[in-house]
């Protein structure tokens, strides 16, 4: 096929769509040639250490209609098995066709190039994996001609906008609002809502981990425990450490660099990872060449500069820690992981496009106080994309923390994650005539960080939890807004992220709200009025079948596997009586996957929120025991006197139990009463529901912050240590033996 053939194809499919001038057929002509005749350059020296320059960076959006028009041009040709549906006659299909065939007849023969226009680029060229989506940069040169192109063809079609990058909905998550004292406290004496448990003592000798995703990979937190100690993080101050036995405090390790700001916290033995960000102001002299830059009548001015640090404190001595190293690495926080020794570090990277070639420290990032290598720095195949963001990746081995293991960098969008116990599963979102979500698969064994493979499905996730990596297949449930509406698909993926069977067009019109694989089974919940909760066979790669569908009122936003038959629900229900909506906890039996039930759900009343709904670090889940624990919001109606009574053990509960309203409609001037903050450990009880066993008002503890705040009550944890249950606040720990009766035993704040 010619030149002339590939630019009518153009021409006709974005008849009806205005197309920037950048990314007129006349242009990608243009861009054809330049291909084809470039020379080799030079390769610059690479890894040197600079002062890092700063600069201020402006954000775009693109309108939606210049959005389609470049997707239509642009979206990655990167190989996906499978057909897509109804999207073939779409200005999108036939554009990646067009630039599909115009690759092949570069390197195949006119019969090849024939085929090739029927199937995917990769396959068509015999190559597969990471090879047809990425290419390892040659040079430095190299990586700023294709962020200067991808960002000249952004500026080209844009207008100033607060943000253009879509930021991770998982991982955009800040660190939880803290404050702290140097005070000591004594036991307190205030509310402990003490109810009966049962017979016999409710714990064994188990000390309760971070509740994480996939079993193996552990996740950073707020809150860990050695099980004799806990280490409580103050994003704002550092870190406390308290002895459990008695609630003694042993030390406190301060930040040293001001501007620190921690995300998260890992405890490996004697180690203690901190993940954290710093924001760093200089005062700058102008020299010569950029006294242009300032007033005429200033000599100095404060320049800033953003990184991240990872911090790795010697603990064994818990009255004495130490830090033992640091590394830094420029960007911005989305996500970290902890696989055996080493810790996994996941940012992303602006660069700033207004510097030169030659000024590398402006467009690469600096990882471990060097500049990334160009040949770690890895691009995309296709001609042409919107994104210029880069995703990295680093390693530190923590019992060598004083330098980075590996780096490595991706320059593609970065929205959602999925850690597996092999591989490093990275997402992002491109916006055009429909939603694509674009993957990147990273595998990770013993700290070396290689990409291996690229793909695409239609549609958005929903969370990380979309994800799931099984024998060697990637399963994902998407959702994608169309005119009748949102829509869900199923896809299945090998190795190469190449689509292996799919289940699209699923529950049409309703919302995408949770989903959790076990094995060759998924699950996944919709929502429009009611509940369908899905149950999928995933056993044939090829051919994915839907087993069963539940319909019931509300939604799950959150689903954990509760022993091998039963799965958990965390969700929402509105209130018959008044509208609003409560938080629900469901029971499901999944014994038979085909034939899912509802066997007990309950409705926390006046409870307008918990974080455990879409925060599952928050959530304490004891399956051995029969127990789970969680904090919630109650807030009473408008103009009611008080809290509606709730049930316990099948009796309403008395003001003298321990609970008694600390407001009344009077008081309140007939608005809604004053909300009132709760952790309460639940037992479930097959045919009569999750029963309160105990339930702790936070507002009467010392270590409890400002009531009205939502970070306030994010920050909560509970966590256990043999037959002791501590909740965890932002100032202080509060301790609970778990025996025949619920018993508080002490408390702490600083």
Known sequence: MKDEKLLDMIRESAEEIPIPESLQPQKINEKLQQARGKAEGEKPPEGEEKKRKIRRRGNWYLPAAAVAAMAAVCMLVVGIAGDYGSGSDSVLNTAEAALETAEAEEETSAEESAAGSTQDSSTASGVTGVDAYLTAAADYEEVYEKLRENYQEIEDAAIPHESWNLESAEESETAEESAGSSSDGAASDTHEAVEDASDTALMGGEVSQTNVQVEGVDEGDIVKTDGKYIFVMDPDNGVEIVRAEDLARMSTISWETPGTQAYDMYLDGERLAVVAGVSESTLQTPSSSTQWLYEEDVDARLESRDYLEILVYDISDRESPALKGSVELDGSYLTSRKNGDYLYLMSRYDPDLSAEEEERDGYVPLAGGELLPSDRIYLPKEESSVGYTYFVVVSVDLQEPEKLADRCAVVTESTDFYVSRENIYVTGVHYGTSQMTNIVRFSYADGQIEPEAGGSVPGVLND???????????????????????????????????????????????????????????????????????????????????????????????????????????????????????????????????????????????????????????????????????????????????????????????????????????????????????????????????????????????????????????????????????????????????????????????
């Open 464 to 750: 990380s939890f979309s994800m799931d990596e099984y024998q060697g297949y990637l399963r994902m449930v998407t959702w994608e807004w169309n005119e009748g509406g949102s829509s869900t698909g199923l896809y299945i993926l090998d190795q190469d992220l190449q689509v292996t069977g799919q289940i699209t067009d699923l529950a049409p019109g309703e919302d995408l709200k949770s989903s959790r694989f076990l094995g060759d089974t998924g699950y996944f919940v919709t929502f429009l009025e009611t509940d369908p909760l899905f149950s999928v066979d995933l056993s044939d790669p090829e051919e994915p079948r839907i087993l069963g569908e539940l319909k019931i009122p509300g939604f799950s936003s959150y689903l954990h596997f509760y022993g091998e038959d039963r799965l958990l629900g965390i969700g929402w229900e509105d209130n018959a009586s008044d509208g609003r909506r409560e938080v629900k906890l469901s029971m499901f039996d999944v014994s038979d996957p085909a034939d899912v039930q509802e066997t007990d759900k309950n409705i926390l009343e006046n409870a307008v929120y918990c974080p455990g709904t879409d925060q599952y670090k928050s959530i304490l889940v004891l399956e051995e025991q029969n127990l789970l624990g969680m904090a919630y919001r109650t807030q009473a109606p408008y103009g009611s006197g008080g809290a509606r009574p709730f049930e316990a053990n099948g009796t309403e509960e008395s003001a003298t139990s321990g609970y008694s309203p600390s407001w009344s409609a009077s008081s309140n001037n007939g608005e809604y009463p004053e909300p009132e903050d709760y952790y309460t450990l639940f037992r479930y009880v097959e045919g009569e529901g999750f029963q309160i066993v105990f339930r702790c008002l936070l507002n009467q503890e010392e270590g409890y912050g400002k009531y009205d705040s939502y970070e306030e009550l994010d920050s909560v944890r509970g966590i256990t240590i043999g037959d002791m249950l501590y909740i965890v606040m932002s100032r202080g720990i509060s301790a609970f033996h778990l025996g025949d009766t619920v018993e508080k035993t002490g408390s702490v704040v600083w």
